[in-house]
């Protein structure tokens, strides 16, 4: 059973319906459509309500199968339609949005809002097979999990998505390198996302990256530093805990559940000394190469509408990614931007303003794939 939403989060959505007489016949028709049904089901309260969560398992490369996990509320005002949350290059989809503590899931919120949500892992994350590169030793294999590689589980996940709910629209969300994930899939299969959300990630464009430092090799910010890090990288307790969970209404059960559950894919973690858990390089080695030489797909060929997200405190993602993406997106139906101000890269895990901000515009913008005119901007409204 999930209880009562916090009242914050009532009172805020109820504010926004309330000023709807204000607004275009079209903002209003809109936000009475997403808004409306959020508020309803978080002010009925999930106390007598239940959220369902179902796992199974798709098969994708010989010797992989992939975890996902289904969301939704077993009764809701209105059914809508699937989303795909996909995480990013460290931790998995259950760490990444289903914390089941605080009431901090975003998978629980969506839900209540209607959407049937989908969590998956992609190989060499979470709950899903490791593959050969890392299931050896550090320096055997090439950087695990190319962005070839989780294309192919992407597509797999998306046709099984598409196979549950015939013609419904998909929409996906992507968490910083998810997105990456997300939108070259979309760009090599145009079509099989019809919402996409560009959350947080680097695209590539002209500019330096905070991180390059951190993992290329000296004077060479494209070649990613693999004498250092090899096949896959291990992160322990420490290296996940950072500013963010210093936020205020993060608690100690959150933060332990989190890294409880960042560590449950690799069954050797709790072996090493500090436990650490294995994730893939090959992520971190393909960003290089996208903001330090060129995209890896193009986005010309993209067609799902985007709306591009970025936290205006994000320390992945840089504007120049925003401009650059919003340039190439010539084939898309619809191009949204929307920054949250003063908003980091976990927005979404931090309770708060911020991330009633947040999931106000994903609500808005998932009911049909584009932006009430209000949360629009163009990429020169984007800080640099």
Known sequence: MISQKPPSLCAEIQFEVSVMPNQSTRTAI?????LAIFMITALAGSATADVIREDFTVPSAPGIDLFVRQVQEEEVETRRGPVLLLHGARVGGLASFDVDVDQLSLAEDLAKAGYTVYIADLRGYGRSSFPPAMQ???FAAPPAVPTAEAVEDVKVVLDEIGRRHGSEAIGAMGWATGSHWLAATEATYPGSIDYLVFYNSVYGGQGEWALTGSFAVKDEPAIFNYDRFGAYRLSDAASLIGRWTKAEGISD???????????????????????????????????LKAVNDAPLYDAGKIRANVLILRSGEDFWSRPVDVE???????AADDVAVHELPGASHYVHLEPGEGRLSFIKVLIDYLADGTLDEVGRQTPNEVPT
């Open 30 to 34: 809109r936000s009475s459509s997403s």
């Open 324 to 330: 650059t993406m919003v340039g190439d997106l010539i």
């Open 253 to 287: 059960a959150f933060v332990d559940r989190y890294v409880e559950l960042a560590m449950e894919g690799d069954p050797a973690a709790a072996e090493r000394d500090p436990a650490s858990f294995r994730h893939p390089s090959g992520p971190i080695a393909d960003t």
């Open 136 to 138: 050896g030793h550090r």
